[in-house]
């Protein structure tokens, strides 16, 4: 489910598996968080990744603290990549402080994500401020713009199982079961995901579900290999920022789970939060460098075109995709 409606798995291309398009400025959030809003820059980088092959965008910013659907909506429209957002949670830190979501309910939660699934973004809902959500079949009447339905639930851990949010993981844990939807989970440099992975498959989600992100931030190859073997799809996104050492972290971690057999438990990324990536916001090395950097080191790494297909794109894709 993108942004402009269902696409088939296999039309979404050469796919970013966790990135960010568009984010606002939360008042009464972090101080330091992200801000990227603007969208020309953003649209000019994005039909240039098109013109080059690119295909399709996970967008990983959910509700509440800084994702407007529209904003998704008008970039894939203008660049023709393909964007899927996200229904879900981010880091507390990220909200107000008195962002009402980390006070309901796990049932209550749940409610929140399955509406979104259901009836669009609430930011999308043309009607949403008159008459609260639509009924099912007032979405996209003639003459309203529909709303625009996520493709994921991201949700966001923190260092220890403890520290996080236990009443959203169980509303995100019975609303993956419900819809079928895939799990994009934000880890803090991949700790305690033996934890994370415990607990969902105690309440019933499939690892099959489940994609980890930040994880080559941990690149150790033993535990990588056990979540790989256990079903979970593993998001790896350092290859931009040297403060990840990618060198000596996820380009080896590629070379042993390609070597294990493993690569289609893999998916790779950008993670551009940050407006100093974007080649058009004056940074870099941009998106383009999911070809130039990326691509290129996987083909000369000997890898088979398929696999780096896989890599870049079609293994998020078969993830993402609700039967
Ligand atoms: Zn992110």
Request: net charge negative; with cysteine.
């Amino acid at each position: 489910m993108t942004v402009l409606g269902p696409v088939p798995v296999g039309e979404l291309g050469v796919t970013d598996a966790h990135s960010h398009l568009y984010i606002s400025r939360v008042a009464g959030g972090a101080a330091d968080a992200p801000v990227l809003t603007d969208e020309d820059g953003v649209a000019r980088e994005l039909a240039t990744f098109r013109a080059a092959g690119g295909g399709a965008i996970v967008d990983c910013q959910p509700g509440g603290c800084g994702r407007d659907g529209r904003a998704l909506r008008r970039l894939s429209e203008r660049s023709g990549v393909h964007v899927v957002a996200a229904t879900g949670f981010h880091r507390r830190l990220y909200y107000p402080p008195d962002a009402p979501l980390f006070n309901l309910s796990a049932e209550a939660a749940a409610d929140v994500f399955r509406d979104e699934i259901r009836h669009g973004l609430i930011e999308t809902r043309t009607n949403q401020i008159a008459s609260g959500p639509p009924a099912s079949g007032a979405v996209g009447e003639a003459g309203e713009t529909p709303a625009i339905r996520p493709g994921v639930i991201k949700i966001a851990a923190e260092a220890s199982l403890a520290a996080s949010p236990q009443a959203l993981f169980a509303a995100a844990a019975a609303v993956a079961r419900e819809t079928g939807y895939a799990i994009e989970m934000h880890t803090e440099r991949g700790a305690a995901v033996e934890a994370f992975l415990d607990t969902f498959i105690a309440q019933g989600v499939a690892p099959e579900r489940l994609v980890f992100c930040h994880v080559d931030k941990r690149p150790d190859f033993g535990l990588h290999r056990e979540l790989a073997r256990a079903g979970v799809l593993l998001e790896y996104d350092t290859f931009f920022r040297p403060k990840y050492d990618p060198e000596r972290g996820v380009w080896p971690l590629i070379g042993q789970m390609a070597g294990a057999g493993l690569a289609g438990s893999v998916a790779l990324a950008t993670d551009m939060a940050d407006p100093g990536l974007w080649a058009e916001l004056g940074g870099g090395p941009g998106l383009l460098g999911i070809f130039t950097i990326i691509g290129a080191r996987l083909t000369d790494m000997g890898l088979p075109a398929a696999t780096i297909g896989g890599l870049l794109g079609g293994h998020i894709a078969a993830r993402l995709a609700v039967n």
